[in-house]
Structures are given as structure tokens and as C-alpha cells.
């Protein structure tokens, strides 16, 4: 099973995705990355904030660094979880027929119980977006884990 989560940068949702995911399930049994849909980033580390807060939880992301989405990446993933509506559309369109497309999922929609669907970008925000960030993706990622 191969997970992939995008964000726009890669820099501060989608590194902590993958982050919480890698915690949560076997690396024998899944492969999990993530990307950016924009490539502002490329080769950089996580934002600060996603690095602190990963770390508050027990969780080491600096050994991530940012890259681009690449068509690619439909061929090798078996999911690929979007943070927030653009994100999804942005790959969305990128996909070559109705198999890529199929994997492209609002990573939010995993909580059923939820009807907020975007994962809010804060890169422009303070800590506490990164907090609120790190607990919405902790509980889809339970259930994420909890399915394979
Ligand atoms: P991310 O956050 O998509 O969660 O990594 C952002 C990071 C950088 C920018 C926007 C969002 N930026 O505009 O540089």
C-alpha cells in the first residue's frame, strides 16, 4: 500500500500527514511520502512550526524535504490524500484518465463525522493554526491507519 499526502507548498500540512500516518502503520506493509502541489519549496526542510509541533507529539519530520506533485505519482501511488478542496482540484486535473482521478481523495472526508473538508493552510497564521492542524490530521490518520 503507497499513501501519498499533497499540500500546496509540502512544507507544512502535507509533512505532517505524512509524519503522523509513518507513526501510526508498519513501513513493511506501507510506503508513505508527500508533495506539494506548487513548487515554492522545493529541497527545503518543513516549516518551524510543522516541525515543532510534530516533535510536542514524539514525531521526528526533519528527515522530509519538500518536492513537487509529478504525474508520476499516479503510477506509484495507490491513494493520494488532498489537504484541502484547491489541492484536489490541482491534481484532479493533472490526472490522464479515470483511474488517477479515482485516487485523489479529500484526506478530511476519512472523518465522517466531520463536514469541515479543508485542512486550513497556516502558513500565514500562528502556532495554534499548526495545533488545530496537527489534531484534525491526527484523527484522519487514525482512521486511515485503522483501514489498511
Ligand atoms: P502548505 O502551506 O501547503 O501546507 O505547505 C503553505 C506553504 C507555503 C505557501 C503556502 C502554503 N506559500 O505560499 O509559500
Known sequence: MKILMVCLGNICRSPLAEGILKSKVSSENVYVDSAGTAGYHIGELPDKRSIAVAKKYGIDITDQRSRKFSIADFDTFDTIYAMDESNYHNIVSLARNDEDAEKVKLILKEISTNNIMNVPDPYYGGDQ????????????????ASKI
Do not use: P, R
Open 129 to 144: 493554526g499548526f495545533e488545530n492542524v496537527y489534531n484534525m490530521l491526527d484523527e484522519a490518520c487514525d482512521v486511515i
